[in-house]
């Protein structure tokens, strides 16, 4: 009698497969799709605010570029040589062992992929609240409870928003790539659109003598007013050290910006000719966006003071360029700019996620089920598992304090939090991969590579230095957040292993 692992892999072989329906151009609209979402528009209020001057938040943006194109370079050619759905965790699984890839896949599901759509979506929502202010995060529908371990839960108006965003995406994927890849070409071309127009705008008509790009103290944060102790409360250190650590912290949001890159190796099982499109679609899109993300800040420190940058109501600096040029309407304009742009943004993550979870299931390390393709070939219980969870981490809310007026507690905002769990924990699978085009050269000489890492070794080795560098400093700077990113990737080994003697267990 065959075993039941047998029975199961027999089973999903003869279940529908994915089918190679993306171009070049399909390709790399998931690439700039991916990445262009809710970041560049909000997260350089806070990086601003960390530095405290122009040009400190100018370099947290071009580090952030350095280690996505030098991270790209490195993909590129895992990507080209093993175009399997699942991407990533192939990468890891086939460099590092199947324990590896379940951990990359484990933390994908829990804080990665999961916690970014989470993050897009309550920018969506964020914005969708200039347009009608009852969308607020502040606008209780299930007041904040208390869970334990600085933590609540609620539900606002502007949390609602962003599981409904979720859930209706997440629904849309379900009726084939068709129309996940529809909605991501129109909503990429649209928003990358609306990007430029923000920087010809903010470059040509926004710049003025009183912004921060004619301050006379554009590296000097101190004559600015800005305090190191004050920008992190509880530092311990001062001078410059407290300068170069905290221009580390202020790189989380513009790497958040530029993440999610590697998303359409996720999809590589779905790229047609991948050996040429894969590698070409990673570069071309990560170098576009790298582009418009440094002008694009270059628009914010031409058009604001670096004041209006760092207080910038709910982060949104981009809304505050188009209101400075234009007055109101120029506001309600940047914010259905944006609405469209995350709303892209997140289907190219929900399309591309669901990918990693229908690789492992294939492999036997998850759900039989999850392995599987819907009558329209796409993976549907990979899609709404990953829906489900990433729904709910729009819901807890960090306890940062107490009101002093009114002796409330304060809560933290989801979308920053969301963040420093991500980046740190992505950071570590980011910094293994780029390390697999190493190793996979030693352990697979012979193997079949359509394209090579330019620069190499000394691409990988930037990457590797800059990454681990900055890992170990949001480990120092922000245990708390950072710290429940590690932990979520970590209950992945008693998972692993719990999974692999119940796979392996003989059962007739």
Not at 291 to 316: C, D, F, H, K, M
């Amino acid at each position: 009698m065959r075993s039941q692992k047998t029975m199961k892999s027999v089973a999903i072989q003869q279940t529908p497969k994915l089918e190679r329906g993306l171009g070049l151009l399909d390709a790399t609209m998931i690439v700039v799709g991916s990445m262009i979402g809710s970041g560049i528009f909000i997260t350089s209020a806070e990086s601003a605010r960390l530095v405290g001057a122009p040009g400190w938040l100018l370099v947290a943006w071009a580090l952030a570029g350095v280690l996505t194109i030098t991270g790209a370079l490195c993909c590129a050619e895992l990507a080209a040589m093993m175009p399997r759905a699942g991407g990533q965790y192939v990468f890891l699984r086939e460099a590092y062992g199947p324990a590896i890839g379940f951990l990359f896949g484990w933390a994908l599901l829990l804080v990665i992929q999961t916690g970014t759509i989470a993050a897009v979506a309550v920018a969506f929502a964020n914005f969708c609240g200039v347009l009608l202010p009852q969308i607020s995060g502040s606008n209780y529908l299930i007041n904040p409870r208390h869970v334990g371990g600085g933590y609540a839960i609620s539900l606002s108006t502007q949390q609602l928003v962003a599981v409904l965003m979720i859930l209706l995406l997440t629904i849309v994927n379900t009726f084939g790539l068709q129309a996940g890849k529809w909605i991501q070409n129109t909503f990429t071309f649209t928003k990358t659109a609306a990007l430029v127009g923000l920087i010809v705008v903010g470059l040509s008509l926004g710049a003025n003598g009183a912004s921060a790009a004619f301050s006379s103290a554009w590296w000097d944060s101190w004559a600015n007013g800005w305090n190191p102790q004050a920008a992190q409360p509880g530092l311990g250190v001062v001078g410059a050290l407290a300068l170069v650590m905290l221009l580390g912290r202020a790189m989380v949001g513009p790497l958040f910006a530029q993440s999610a890159w590697n998303n359409v190796t996720f999809t590589a099982g779905e790229v047609r000719d991948p050996g040429r499109n894969l590698p070409r679609a990673l570069l071309l899109g990560c170098a576009l966006v790298v582009t418009l993300y440094l002008l694009a800040n270059l628009a914010y420190v031409v058009t604001l003071s670096l004041a209006e940058i760092q207080t910038a109501p709910q982060g949104r600096v981009a809304t505050a360029v188009m209101q400075r040029i234009f007055g109101t309407p120029g506001t309600y304009l940047m914010a259905t700019a944006i609405i469209i742009s995350t709303f892209g943004c997140n289907n190219g993550l929900i399309l591309a996620g669901a990918r990693v979870y229908y690789a492992m299931a294939r492999d036997g390390l998850f759900f039989a089920r999850v392995g599987t393709v819907n009558s329209k070939h796409v993976p549907a219980i990979a899609l709404a598992a990953q829906g489900i969870w990433a729904a709910f981490l729009t819901l807890p809310r960090a306890i940062t304090g107490t009101d002093a007026t009114t002796g409330l507690p304060t809560y933290g905002n989801v979308y920053t939090q969301l963040l420093e769990y991500i980046i740190s924990a992505d950071l570590v699978f980011y910094a293994l991969m780029v390390g697999a085009v190493i190793i996979l050269r030693r352990k697979l000489p012979a193997a079949e590579r359509p394209y090579r890492t330019f620069g190499y070794p000394l691409v990988p080795f930037i990457y590797i230095l800059l990454a681990t560098l900055l890992v170990i400093d949001l480990a120092y700077l922000t245990p708390k957040t950072s710290g429940i990113g590690y932990l979520l990737v970590l209950t992945g080994i008693p998972i692993y292993f719990i999974w692999k003697s119940k796979v392996l267990s003989p059962k007739s």
